[in-house]
């Protein structure tokens, strides 16, 4: 019915005469820019939700005018140059382990545009705060991490709690998206602070006792003779690796104990305190010592409140330094120094990166309701551990702290250094729904901050 | 040499405007697409690389032979030292270039755009040749088994008649990433790998034109008779191509998977018993029939439409998510025909409570999210990427998106009331709404009381997809819908058709099935002219066509060694597809199988998962049932996405770990009221009853012993047979539709 061909058949002298250049390279999700070796095994990201002041934290402006200096008093540390906040004792000390990075900036000035800017290393279309969580937004770096770094069978790659946040909305780039439901974290959504904390998948029903559990197995096992051709199927051959990945990890002891804080002495769980987040710090070390790749903390499910994350305008009579006096900067002072100590006395710290930052900081000048408002055009963020400078600052903010002063950079320019850190070229292309191919991070590795 | 001079000389006289001056549009520009230099990782990037930003694939010649002829100080082309312009020492490799080698120096592209610029890198004239169209020979070829090496020929077509081979210039995408594209030698030749079913796009300028691959796995054979249409086209196809099909697959598996398919439910067990022994050789065409009788079959589809209409809570709110499915679902009950479906859907007006379709507007709730849904629902026709440039892989200009989405312009809501529950969410709707047509444009609301500012561009006017026309009638839905739904609409019947095949056979013809392109053509189009033909013929009775489809034997086809490795997503129905159950089939059939309830919040008891309007979206203001839980680890969209795609049932950990030791499956083993009855059967009978329930097939002699043995073991018995059903239930020949 149809001409005969005209072309000629393949065999291996034709093959190596044609050669293999052409458009061919550079379609489909190849990596490009040759291979990065990477030094973190595990990064914890710590996410600052509500948006940090630097001026009250590790960024003080003590000579700036009143309604920008603020209440605080500052702390002299082992860096020189380096002042933080006075209600943050044990940072001060723990300064020189880690490298501030003061010029963050970007034009998102929401919380969920924001939001998912700092979750994901890309910039939403629109500073719109009604950004709504769809797959055709892009992957969390967790995801990215568990697709492209991924970790042995039975260890989980991305693993994130204790809360979903969302302002209004969930707010996007917190799964994986288009990347595939498989990329999605492991979400413990339970609160480790409450006695009985465990992970709810990793835990059999009561009734389904390990001889039961093996009973099924080998029920199963008689049905599947009769498969046939079907096992044969990609599909069907996914599905029995699922089953494979499914008992390992419920037999694998390692991350169900990983889940277990009453195996940690009190002592510990103490020193970085009975709060949900304290104990969210300690079971991502933990979790770290497991073998995660990409462990990402949560603050609080709530941008800000008398308990919640740091967003302190004022509103609603909620003023902000007696919030920032109780509640924020004393729980940040007993977890980032307790955890980076932890890790660092266990040996953890040359191969676990721990990044700490928010979505925005917070306005220089202090508002009408004595608050800082949202700032999303000079913040900081902290790096520490694997592969960055110790006691470092890279970029500064100016004398007010308004505007980056030097190496001003973006959340993508942090996001192409986790990766690089990681091992993963960030340059790797992805294709989203609309079969377009898309880098891994848009940004630029921040070679100032790489030790 | 002198053998590659004379064609190039030819290209100048032909393409260029004077005698042997080399056309910057015709010639250049080609070639800046067939190195890949203006694709979208490279230098057509939004920002560009290393400084040179070219307008993507090619579209605007104007700015891109400004930007290399003025950028860099003039750098870029060197008429006096053509050698040094960067344009041929970066493609060349000579100066460091991330994007490597592109332009060897001594092939056909270095050489011709050296020519240019020694000529002094002249645009061209106004009024210089213009290519029409683009030809490719062969059109279409058959590959031997192995696979082989293509060199096409690919002419241009000017505006004048003139013809001349491009060849050199052209640029070749293949569909299937595992064909490569090899530019040396005299020709750019295709890689075809072995069993490689696929289009190739030529391009030239804006002038595409396509090749068909097909792959044949031996000599061609003599097709065997078939009265059914849709069989006597795929069995020429496959013949020619020397495939041979699998076989049909035994009356259990039949009777399985045609009462998912049809009902989305496993068959009782009593009643795949009857069937396995009835000997009335129309029994299968009779299932059919009972099953398209059935109020399932329209659940089926209100399900489906649901998704694609974005029926969700938070922007329809519950009531407007009832009334909308319930619309639907009465609208199928009654076989409404599909063009009237749409006429109804995209003409909608009044309130959502108390007009169901006016919600499909209040889901999409701007004009250019209404224009891709509409293009992409009805017409199988994704223009999203032209929103922002000329389309890249299609046809759709900007200008053509722009005035489609005029069309819905004039859409606009009077909010009654808005009791959302959450104040910032602005996302939330919650209270009737009435969609009404505005007459004339919008008005900015104006805070200081003066006159609205007119727009600042003024709108394209109001066009169809491929119209040629602006749409003159000041009820442009009305227009919209009227032309969608006429005879002889090239989108609307195909893409329909294709829809219905997808759903039965795991796999459009037309695959994804909103993305019908020249370069992604249907892998039988005879069928699916076919089937676009019967559909209108049947006036767009839906279970119509779905009889046609479900009475042939490729509906029927299962799956044997020889099909089961290969790729078999390349759409030649010679084998079955398996597929995983979509998850609101797959808690009704466990819940079926074990006779356990489900209970549905607001709906009686005894409701189905396939019956539920919908379930609401993920929020932290109420924790999610662990039937919502199951349900979304098992695919069940959001509902957010005019697609498909957004039900995802790539088997994930999570899916695996929710049968395995998940809450809800172990209750519905616990409460399961067959199970009860069961444990006090005999063994012999109880494993039987399971494996028809289930798997609607007998149990092997080997299998009753070993599960017998099982069940009589030691320990309770009602629990052996959770355990045994727990293994039917999780089994890969439960968990698929193959």
Not at chain 1, 162 to 167: Q, R
Not at chain 2, 175 to 202: K, M, N, T, Y
């Amino acid at each position: 019915m149809f001409p005969l061909p005209v072309a000629t058949p393949l065999d291996r002298r034709s093959v190596l005469k044609v050669g293999f250049g052409g458009l061919a390279a550079l379609a489909g999700g190849t990596s490009r820019g040759g291979a990065v070796k990477g030094r973190a095994k595990t990064v914890i990201f710590l996410h600052q939700w509500g948006g940090p002041s630097h001026h009250d934290t590790i960024d003080p402006k003590p000579d700036a005018p009143d309604n920008i200096r603020g209440e605080l008093g500052v702390l002299q540390t082992r860096v020189p140059g380096a002042l933080v906040s006075d209600l943050l004792p044990n940072t001060s000390k723990i300064i020189d382990k880690v490298c501030q990075i003061r010029s963050l900036h970007h034009t998102m000035a929401n919380h969920n545009s924001a939001g998912y800017y700092s979750l994901t290393g890309v910039a939403p279309a629109t500073d719109d705060q009604r950004l709504r969580d769809s797959r055709d937004l892009f992957p969390a770096y967790g995801a990215i991490a568990d697709r492209f770094a991924p970790t042995p069978a039975g260890i989980p790659g991305f693993v994130a709690f204790p809360h979903t946040i969302a302002d209004g909305s969930i707010t996007p780039g917190q799964h994986a998206s288009f990347l595939g439901k498989r990329h999605d974290p492991l979400f413990v959504g339970q609160d480790p602070n409450q006695a009985g904390f465990k992970l709810p998948e990793l835990a059999l029903p009561a009734s389904i006792t390990p001889e039961r559990l093996a009973r099924r197995g080998e029920a199963r096992k008689i049905i599947e003779r009769q498969l046939g051709d079907l096992e044969q199927t990609a599909l069907a051959r996914g599905l029995g690796e699922q089953y494979d990945r499914a008992h390992a990890l419920l037999a694998s002891p390692r991350v169900r104990e990983a889940f277990d804080l009453s195996r940690e002495p009190d002592a510990i769980r103490d020193r970085y305190g009975r709060t949900t987040y304290g104990q969210s710090c300690l079971l991502a070390r933990r979790l770290a010592e497991a073998g995660c790749r990409w462990i990402q903390v949560y603050l609080h499910p709530s941008i800000g409140g008398a308990k919640g994350g740091w967003d302190t305008h004022g509103f609603r009579g909620e003023k902000m330094y007696p919030i920032l006096k109780n509640h924020l900067l004393p729980l940040m002072d007993q977890t980032l120094p307790t955890l980076l100590l932890d890790l660092e006395e266990r040996g953890l710290l040359e191969n676990t990166l721990v990044v700490w930052v928010g979505e925005f900081g917070r306005s220089p000048k202090i508002n009408d309701l004595a608050g800082r408002d949202h700032w999303p055009k000079c913040y900081p963020a902290l790096l520490a551990g694997a592969g960055v400078k110790k006691g470092h600052i890279h970029g500064r903010s100016d004398k007010i702290g308004a505007y980056p002063a030097s190496d001003a950079c973006k959340p993508e320019d942090i996001s192409a250094t986790l990766f690089h850190l990681l091992g993963i070229n960030p340059a790797t292309e992805i294709r989203d729904p609309l079969d377009r191919p898309l880098a891994l991070s848009p940004g630029k590795v921040i070679d100032g901050v790489l030790a | 040499m002198g053998n590659l001079l004379i064609p190039l000389i030819l290209h100048a006289c032909a393409l260029g405007p004077g005698t042997d001056s080399v056309s910057f549009r015709n010639e250049v520009m080609p070639l800046l697409s067939q190195g890949g230099c203006n694709s979208g990782p490279c230098h057509g990037n939004l920002n560009g690389k290393g400084g040179l930003k070219l307008s993507l694939r090619g579209e605007d010649p104007g700015l891109d032979w400004k930007t290399l002829t003025h950028g860099v100080g003039g750098r870029r082309v060197n008429p006096l030292e053509p050698d040094e312009s960067l344009l041929l020492s970066k493609a060349s490799g000579k100066s460091p270039h991330e994007g490597a080698v592109r332009w060897k120096t001594d092939g056909h592209a270095y050489r011709l755009v050296r020519q240019w610029i020694a000529q002094g890198a002249q645009p061209d004239p106004e009024g210089g040749p213009r290519v029409r169209s683009l030809r490719v020979e062969p059109e279409e070829i058959i590959l031997p088994p192995g696979g082989g090496i293509l060199r096409p020929k690919v002419t241009a077509i000017f505006e004048d008649g003139k013809t001349v081979e491009v060849s050199l210039l052209a640029t070749l995408e293949p569909s299937d990433p595992g064909i490569r594209v090899s530019l040396e030698g005299d020709r750019p030749a295709l890689v075809v790998p072995a069993g490689s079913q696929a289009a190739v796009l030529a391009r030239h300028g804006s002038a595409q034109a396509l090749l068909r691959v097909w792959s044949s796995a031996g000599p061609s054979k003599v097709a065997r008779p078939a009265s059914h249409p849709v069989d006597r086209i795929v069995g020429q196809r496959l013949a020619s191509l020397g495939i041979e099909p699998a076989g049909g697959v035994d009356d259990g598996h039949f009777l399985r998977r045609v009462w998912l398919d049809l009902a989305g439910q496993l068959p009782p067990a009593a009643r795949t018993r009857a069937f396995l022994t009835d000997r009335n050789p129309e029994k299968r065409a009779n299932e059919v029939d009972f099953l398209l009788a059935q109020p399932a079959f329209a659940d089926l589809w209100a399900l489906h439409w649901a998704d694609l209409l974005r029926v969700e809570e938070k922007t329809l709110d519950p009531k407007g998510v009832r009334a909308m499915h319930g619309w639907l679902r009465r609208a199928f009950l009654e076989n409404m025909p599909l063009d009237e479906l749409a006429r109804q859907l995209v003409t909608a007006r009044g309130s959502t409570y108390s007009q169901p379709p006016a919600n499909f507007y209040r889901a999409l709730r701007d004009p250019q999210t209404r224009a891709e849904a509409v293009a992409q629902v009805f017409l199988g026709v994704r223009i999203a990427c032209a929103r922002c440039h000329n389309h890249p892989f299609d046809r759709w200009t900007t200008e053509d998106y722009n005035a489609f989405t005029e069309i819905f312009s004039g859409i606009d809501y009077k909010v009654l009331e808005n009791k959302r529950a959450d104040d910032l969410d602005k996302h939330e709707f919650k209270g009737e709404q009435i969609v009404y047509l505005r007459r004339g444009p919008a008005e900015a609301p104006q805070a200081n009381g003066k006159k609205p500012k007119p727009p600042a561009k003024p709108a394209t006017p109001a066009r169809v997809l491929d119209g040629k026309s602006a749409l003159e009638s000041p009820d442009r839905p009305q227009a919209l819908a009227d032309w969608m739904t006429e005879p002889g609409n090239p989108f609307f019947a195909k893409a329909q058709a294709n829809r219905v095949w997808r759903r039965l056979m795991g796999r459009g013809l037309v695959e994804p099935e909103d993305d019908f392109r020249l370069a992604n053509p249907a892998s039988h189009p005879e069928l699916l002219e076919h089937l676009a033909d019967f559909l209108t013929r049947h006036r767009f009775d839906l279970r119509a066509l779905a009889r046609h489809i479900a009475l042939s034997e490729t509906y029927a086809r299962g799956m044997d060694t020889a099909h089961a490795p290969a790729t078999q997503d390349d759409g030649m129905c010679a084998a079955s597809l398996p597929r995983p159950l979509p998850a609101e089939q797959l808690l009704d059939a466990w819940a079926g199988v074990l006779e356990s309830p489900l209970e549905f919040g607001g709906y009686p008891a005894g409701t189905r998962t396939l019956e539920v309007a919908g379930i609401p979206g993920p929020s932290r203001r109420r924790k999610s049932d662990d039937m919502e839980r199951f349900l979304r680890v098992f695919g069940k969209p959001e509902r957010l996405l005019s697609c498909d795609c957004e039900r995802t049932s790539d088997p994930t950990l999570a899916q695996t770990l929710m049968l395995v030791s998940g809450q809800l499956p172990q209750r519905l083993l616990t409460q399961s009221a067959r199970l009860d009855r069961l444990a006090r059967t005999a063994p012999g009978a109880a494993v039987e009853e399971l494996y028809l329930a289930a798997l609607c097939r007998m149990p092997t002699n080997r299998e009753v012993a070993d599960c017998v043995k099982l069940l009589e073991g030691p320990g309770n018995r009602r629990l052996a047979l959770e355990d045994l059903a727990w293994a039917l239930l999780g089994s890969r020949e439960f968990l698929l539709r193959w």
